[in-house]
């Protein structure tokens, strides 16, 4: 994944600021180069700046300053009909009169292509998502996620260098949504295109992207793989964002460059990597429940253990999560695979339990 990153830009933004007036600025002083056929994901709670963002690739607004670039020729004062670039829309935004075939062929109608080409472009589209059969139907006779790639084979059409998605999948329901979401990547990666989609579904951008720009208020915290997002967040916000995490405030009391020593108010944290930071320097410690292993004995390790006792538990299928109350009073997250029908010694309410993770488990936050 870094390799794309690392190969030539071909959608480049500069500096992109979008300020509609009256306080905060929507789009902050964005800057990304993506690379020739990635899917980037502009991931973000609601009204963080995604979709002004994708508006402005667009052309559907202008920035107020900044540049984009597209395959080395400047958009800025470009009509959104003129560049090459498609954006579908979270409602799809079907022809509801049309037939499946005529909702496709549309643009290339506009277009004033000729017949025979248009009609091997909508059949070549269609056979792309699988919908030949569904041709002659109206949208309403199609399934949600049907409508859905009808629309995506609309949009891809015209062969766009650029595909805009804005919660491509946002209307559909969760086990549709989850299928659909290989489907899509499967459909753009075999065309090529070029891909940058919003979401506020981390699972989904996760699925789908092969980077993401996690955003708050107008500006990108951080930008990378999945992996590196969820292992390896930059911040707090991007750490508590992506997945789920147990944030432990603490100092630095021990400062080597092959450990670091962290004291917080449930546990001594030895963690195995330098930081840059001085002693006494206040961090948090971000780790993942499902880095955390529960025993009901003390483990002999001195570092990285916490004793508590279960609060409650809620039990998934395929993992089961605790949050135990710590000394303190603060609240353990973990998360165990349930790889047995059933063990030996359930654990279960009230139990006092010892939570115990490695020496790698934990990311140090300093800010
Ligand atoms: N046309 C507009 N005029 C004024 N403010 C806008 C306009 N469009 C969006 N905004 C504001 O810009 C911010 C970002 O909105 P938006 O890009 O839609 O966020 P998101 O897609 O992440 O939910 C919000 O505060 C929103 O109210
Ligand atoms: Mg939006």
Redesign the pocket.
């Known amino acids: 994944m870094s390799s794309v990153a690392a190969a030539s830009p071909y959608l480049q933004i500069q500096n992109v600021v979008k300020d ?1 007036g009256g306080g ?1 600025v ?1 789009v902050d002083n964005v800057s990304i180069d993506i690379a020739k056929g990635e899917i980037f994901a502009l991931l ?1 709670s ?8 994708l508006r402005m690739l667009a052309g559907f607004e202008t920035p107020t300053s900044g540049r984009i670039v597209l395959n080395g020729q400047d958009l800025g004062g470009m009509a959104p009909h003129v560049r090459p670039i498609n954006m579908m829309f979270q409602s799809y935004a079907l022809f509801p009169h049309l037939s499946v075939w005529d909702n496709i062929a549309f643009g290339l109608r506009r277009e004033g292509l000729p017949k025979d080409a248009i009609a091997a472009r909508v059949e070549a589209m269609l056979k792309l998502v699988q919908l030949s059969k569904f041709a002659k139907r109206k949208p309403h006779q199609l399934s949600g996620g049907q409508q859905q790639r009808v629309a995506l084979a609309r949009s891809l059409a015209k062969k766009p260098q650029l595909l805009l998605l804005d919660e491509p999948l946002g209307a559909l329901d969760k086990k549709l949504r989850e299928e659909t979401q290989i489907e899509l990547v499967n459909i753009i990666e075999e065309v090529g295109v070029t891909c940058v989609m ?1 979401t506020h579904d981390q699972e989904e951008a996760m699925t789908m992207a092969s980077r993401i720009a996690v955003m708050s208020e107008g500006r990108f915290l951080q930008v990378g793989a999945p992996a590196e997002i969820y292992e390896t967040p930059a911040n707090r916000f991007v750490a508590d964002f992506i997945g789920n995490v147990n944030l432990m405030d603490g100092a630095l009391t021990c400062d080597n460059p092959d450990h670091v020593i962290i004291d917080s108010a449930d546990c001594r944290h030895y963690v195995g990597h330098g930081i840059t930071g001085t002693e006494g320097m206040a961090v948090t410690v971000a780790l993942r429940p499902e880095k955390i292993h529960l025993t009901r004995s003390k483990p002999e390790d001195p570092f990285n253990t916490a004793c508590g006792v279960i609060q409650d538990l809620a039990y998934f299928g395929s993992f089961t999560v605790y949050r135990i109350k710590l000394s303190s009073g603060a609240m353990l997250k973990v998360s165990v695979s349930n790889v047995q029908r059933h063990r030996d010694d359930e654990l279960s309410w009230g139990d006092e339990v010892w939570a115990h993770w490695s020496r790698n488990a934990h990311v140090v936050l300093t800010h």
Do not use: Q
């Open positions: 509609f905060a929507a973000g609601s009204g963080c700046g995604k979709t002004t963002l919003v």
